[in-house]
T-cell receptor, first 112, second 115 residues
Framework: NAGVTQTPKFQVLKTGQSMTLQCAQDMNHNSMYWYRQDPGMGLRLIYYSASEGTTDKGEVPNGYNVSRLNKREFSLRLESAAPSQTSVYFC???????????FGQGTRLTVV | AQTVTQSQPEMSVQEAETVTLSCTYDTSESDYYLFWYKQPPSRQMILVIRQEAYKQQNATENRFSVNFQKAAKSFSLKISDSQLGDAAMYFCAYRSTYNTDKLIFGTGTRLQVFP
């Protein structure tokens, strides 16, 4: 099993550019999540999707949009990247909202 | 709002020795889940151990065990017979059974293992 797969693993953007981070899981999980990890701050929830067709804001949603394309895929879009969005981004999924979350390998994004 | 606190930014241990990582949390809820995740240099977040708050028995997974003190809101991780491969960032996390969409993380403890 591949588990949770994120692409790309690394990305450098210029301020104002847009991009989409892709995430796919092959575990038939209902719930999917996007987190960002910053030094000294742990992981913070950006958006989540409890099921196909639904998305909700997390703790730090500003500057991001998401799409739950189908049960497998959950993408995160930066419409106009800012240096404050330099971070490591993690996608995660879980069977339901109370079960253990499994994480992708992360995307290191740098905005210059 | 729930919070998770890891007061040890860094810890070190000698190979084969035992180390305990601390975690405290704040919540007014009675039912919840607690987790320890390991993040090695590869960045992958790996589940180490999970504890349900309604269970009095402390969870164990091979060399990893927890000391769950519900009244004190404490959830420490003990690593026995430490190995070089245990070197990583360790994150404590809280998940409510009511607001089930959030997995709240502490700021992490970096564990170094010396031969």
């Amino acid at each position: 099993n591949a588990g949770v797969t994120q692409t790309p693993k690394f990305q450098v953007l210029k301020t104002g550019q847009s991009m989409t981070l892709q995430c796919a899981q092959d575990m038939n999980h209902n719930s999917m999540y996007w987190y960002r990890q910053d030094p000294g701050m742990g992981l913070r929830l950006i958006y989540y999707s409890a099921s196909e067709g639904t998305t909700d804001k997390g703790e730090v949603p500003n500057g991001y949009n998401v799409s739950r394309l189908n049960k497998r895929e959950f993408s995160l879009r930066l419409e106009s990247a800012a240096p404050s969005q330099t971070s490591v981004y993690f996608c995660a999924s879980s069977v339901g909202t109370v079960s253990t979350a499994f994480f992708g390998q992360g995307t290191r994004l740098t905005v210059v | 709002a729930q919070t998770v606190t890891q007061s040890q930014p860094e810890m070190s241990v000698q190979e084969a020795e035992t180390v305990t990582l601390s975690c405290t949390y704040d919540t007014s809820e009675s039912d919840y889940y607690l987790f320890w995740y390991k993040q090695p240099p590869s960045r992958q977040m790996i589940l180490v151990i999970r504890q349900e708050a309604y269970k009095q028995q402390n969870a164990t997974e091979n060399r990893f065990s927890v000391n769950f003190q519900k009244a004190a809101k404490s959830f420490s991780l003990k690593i026995s017979d430490s190995q070089l491969g245990d070197a990583a960032m360790y994150f404590c996390a809280y998940r409510s059974t009511y607001n089930t969409d959030k997995l709240i993380f502490g700021t992490g403890t970096r564990l170094q293992v010396f031969p």
